[in-house]
């Protein structure tokens, strides 16, 4: 995956960093930071950063330490849901000289917890471009998702970027996320400087990754809509990662999506994933999904039904075209892998993933 | 998530591909196909918790073929060395497989009506279990070579089908009790009735004719071509014996590169004239070009309609898509009077509603893409609109509730369409080569460019008419 990124922003003639002494910190190289540190994409992202020679040092910003830190790593413990954060955000990112900020603090499910939530992606958003905005960012890469396009009957097959952001905005989930892509569009146009980029994710799969995806198909039976098969779409986590990695190391501005190639029937992913699909008028879902979310047994809230009805795939041509970035996992592939490993994790020869 | 339900969907393949090698090796071994990527992906990806005992069919090709591998046990790893390179085209390994299953399901009933008969059903595992047929009909030929061959069958059986296969596998791994058919179906029969009485086991039923009822991967606009091919008889009989269309001018349309079909649309409940036009460009083209037409974006909100036209090849009109369709080069049909054009009364057809705002000539216009127009003659009867009703569209989610002389009175078999005669006429092609790609921003130009392409699609409607003497017979 580094290997393919072939034009280094900065030529690595660091010598590399030994580890343990923070006097031996190499002064060259690229500093980047990474919020959402100790979550799946941050983890697994630092752990590809500590290894890219490139990469002269990395700070973690999270409330959590990550167990990926390596000698290269300073974690900076920070709450984005308390205000003075945007003092701690900025003093580091002075401190530290980094040029490239990584924002990856979003949630991957949905959570009972609305207004926690708020205030740590859409305000949790705001301080951190209020940072950013003090000290001389040169790059900010912030982690999207296609459901954001919103399932509607009217969608064409293969949403692309242009397509406007058309999410459920009552429910928190979609609407937190929106407002942040907003204010992050709002910064690209303000501050010239810097150079933005948004990764619109598909819904991740993989063995290791945890959201609400994993948690539908990891079920025994399933809700689905009586007459309805829509198409869906996934990216595999390693590609996930790699498109981030790619985004840190070349310089391209824009929104993409980043999608694996094709597609899948939602029944037919229900039968790999050996799902017993249990149809429900589409009249008579909404309200059960929200009675049975209400009282905390369903993964998702109400407003998540329309993706089981209507068609939200996007299309990464732009990607291809303009980041470089090709998908080494099929959709088909990214769901049998995660298929693997949950089998492996029923027939307890691994551990689950860690949350 | 129980183990065996996961699996069904990907192993059972697997499964079925080592019985298909099992039984062309007996038969036919030069057929044999070595590798399929797919399915031995999903192989691997099975291997760490699936059988690990050889299978039956690694153990019937090791009585065949020379003894390359230590012994029996080391079959499942030799496989992959064993097996003859000669690849085989994909229908034929389908048909294999069907045949397979078939010969499999009929032996599971034999098994089962065998063991309510203590003496025949004494060499049976599992009623449910599919029993190789050397195992099933000479149990002292396969005996003497492979006494762990019943073992390995046995389990390897269990596992896929959803049992645990305990009971079912002690009798057979001790050689000597099988000798004793009344011990041994006593033994047995404790062990069919839950199986059969396990929601596992219908579960697992029920998943594989699932997953053999669609193809492996729809196509990025959700066509299915196995579900098409399960609908063909219906579609041939519509088409030849129902309908009886009738082509003309199908040389009009290019043999290959980007094209739009544009024409008119019939009304009624359930417009089939994108449908047969598919059809028809399928079985009367000389190059048997695949035709994807757009379909109207209310048929989305409906539960199955939408899923089965898209299945069906049926694309969601929309410039993005037709769009991505045309660069590809594929071959497009539209409808642009659209839900206008459904929604015809009778008295009003065969006269073209108004052609939108043009969305298909802009189409055109941008991807130098040729219309052929097509007039589509004896649809507008098949489904006569006498009224339609517009109050209950919101709650519905339809354009308007058809009121046909037979649809709300004989409920859903009002929906059947009558017999007319179909004719389909292509005309001329259409080339706006001389516009520019800026044109497509031009209105007026559209406009007069959508009054043209309606005007000639009229007229060939109406020469058509003109030359049909009966509504039934043409």
Redesign the interface.
């Known amino acids: 995956m580094a290997s393919r990124s072939s034009k280094p922003p900065a030529p690595g003639s660091s010598p590399p960093p030994s580890p343990g002494t923070s006097t031996d910190r190499p002064t060259r190289g690229r500093v980047v930071a990474l919020t959402g540190a100790a979550a799946f994409l941050g983890r697994n992202l630092l752990g590809l950063l500590e290894e890219d020679p490139r990469i002269a040092r990395i700070v973690a910003f999270d409330i959590k330490t990550p167990e990926t830190a390596g000698p290269k790593t300073r974690v900076v413990s920070v709450d984005l849901t308390s205000p003075s954060s945007e003092q701690r955000l900025a003093e580091a990112l002075v401190e530290e000289q980094v040029d490239t900020l990584v924002h990856l603090c979003f949630l991957s499910s949905p959570t009972h917890a609305t207004a926690w939530a708020h205030e740590l992606e859409s305000i949790g958003t705001m301080h951190i471009l209020n940072a950013a905005r003090r000290v001389n960012l040169r790059k900010l890469v912030m982690w999207s998702q296609t459901i954001l396009y919103g399932a509607h009957p009217t969608n064409p097959n293969f949403l692309t970027e242009k397509h406007p952001l058309r999410a459920d905005s009552e429910e928190h989930y979609f609407a937190d996320k929106m407002a942040a892509e907003r204010e992050v569009n709002a910064f690209s146009v303000k501050s010239k400087g810097t150079i933005v980029t948004i990764l619109r994710t598909a819904p991740l799969l993989g063995p290791t990754v945890h959201n609400y995806v994993t948690r539908y198909l990891s079920q025994r039976a399933a809700f689905t809509l009586l007459g309805f098969d829509p198409l869906w779409q996934f990216l595999h986590e390693v590609d996930a990662l790699a498109a981030f990695k790619l985004a840190i190391d070349r310089d391209v501005p824009g929104t993409f999506n980043i999608v694996g190639d094709g597609v899948l029937p939602l029944s037919t992913v229900a039968r790999m994933a050996g799902l017993s699909s249990v149809p429900v008028l589409h009249t008579l879902a909404g309200p059960l999904i929200g009675a049975l979310w209400t009282v905390q047994a369903a993964a998702t809230p109400p407003s998540f039904l329309r993706y089981l009805r209507y068609i939200c795939v996007a299309d990464g041509t732009k990607a291809a075209q303009t980041m470089g970035f090709r998908p080494m996992y099929s959709t088909r592939e990214a769901l049998s892998d995660y298929i693997g490993a949950q089998r492996l994790r029923d027939a307890q020869l691994l551990s689950d993933p860690p949350a | 998530?129980?183990?065996h339900?996961?699996?069904?969907?990907?192993n059972e393949e697997e499964t079925e591909r080592r019985e298909s090698v099992a039984s062309e090796e007996g038969t036919a071994p030069d057929d044999l196909v070595a590798s399929d990527d797919l399915e031995e992906?999903?192989s691997t990806?099975?291997a760490?918790?699936g059988p690990t005992e050889p299978s039956p069919g690694t153990l019937e090709l090791s009585h065949d073929g020379p003894p390359s591998g230590p012994g029996d046990e080391a079959a499942a790893s030799s496989r992959g060395s064993r097996m003859p390179t000669s690849p085989a085209s994909p229908e034929e390994l389908e048909r294999q497989i069907l045949e397979l299953e078939a010969r499999l399901d009929q032996m599971m009933r034999e098994g089962r009506g065998a063991s309510a008969q203590p003496e025949g059903g004494a060499r049976k595992e599992g009623g449910a279990s599919p029993v190789q047929p050397t195992s099933a009909t000479s149990p002292h030929g396969a005996h003497g070579s492979s006494s762990t061959s019943g073992t390995a069958s046995a389990g390897d059986v269990g596992s896929t089908s959803g049992s645990t296969s305990a009971p079912g596998r002690s009798p057979r791994s001790e050689p000597p009790r099988s000798g004793e058919p009344g011990a041994a179906g006593t033994a047995e029969a404790p062990a069919d009735a839950p199986e059969i009485l396990s929601s596992e086991y219908y579960?697992q039923r029920w998943?594989r004719d699932?997953?053999r009822r669609?193809a492996e991967?729809?196509d990025?606009?959700?066509f299915?071509p196995r579900y098409e091919e399960r609908y063909r008889p219906l579609f041939d009989f519509l088409y030849r014996r129902y309908f009886r269309v009738e082509v003309e001018g199908i040389g009009r349309i290019p043999n290959e590169g980007r094209c739009l079909v544009v024409g008119n649309h019939s009304g009624g409940p359930i417009p089939y004239d994108g449908l047969m036009l598919r059809a028809a460009v399928q079985r009367e083209h000389p190059r048997q070009r695949e035709l994807r037409w757009l379909a109207e974006?209310?048929v989305?909100?409906?539960?199955?309609?939408?899923?089965m036209m898209n299945?069906l090849g049926a694309?969601?009109a929309?410039?993005?898509?037709a769009e991505?369709l045309l660069s590809a080069g594929k071959l497009v049909a539209v409808f642009p009077e659209g839900v206008k054009g459904i929604s015809k009364l009778y008295r009003d057809r065969y006269k073209l509603q108004r052609f939108g705002r043009g969305g298909f000539i802009r189409l055109s216009l941008r991807t130098r893409t040729p219309l052929v127009p097509c007039a589509i003659v004896g649809a507008e009867e098949a489904n006569p609109l006498l009224h339609r009703v517009e109050h209950l569209t919101r709650l519905l989610g339809v354009p308007y509730v058809p009121i046909t002389p037979i649809f709300p009175a004989l409920g859903p078999l009002g929906l059947v369409p009558a017999p007319t005669k179909w004719k389909i006429c292509f005309g001329e092609k259409i080339y706006f080569d001389e516009y520019g790609p800026d044109a497509a921003d031009d209105d007026m130009l559209v406009s007069r460019l959508s009054e043209r392409v309606r005007a000639s699609i009229q007229a060939l409607v109406d020469r058509t008419l003109a030359g049909r003497r009966s509504v039934w017979f043409g």
Do not use: H
């Open positions: 998530m129980s183990e339900e996961q699996r069904d969907g990907a992906d999903i990806a099975v760490p918790i579960n998943g699932g997953m669609r991967e729809v990025e606009y959700g299915d974006d209310f989305y909100y409906l539960p199955f309609a939408g899923t299945r694309v969601r929309c410039q993005e898509n991505r």
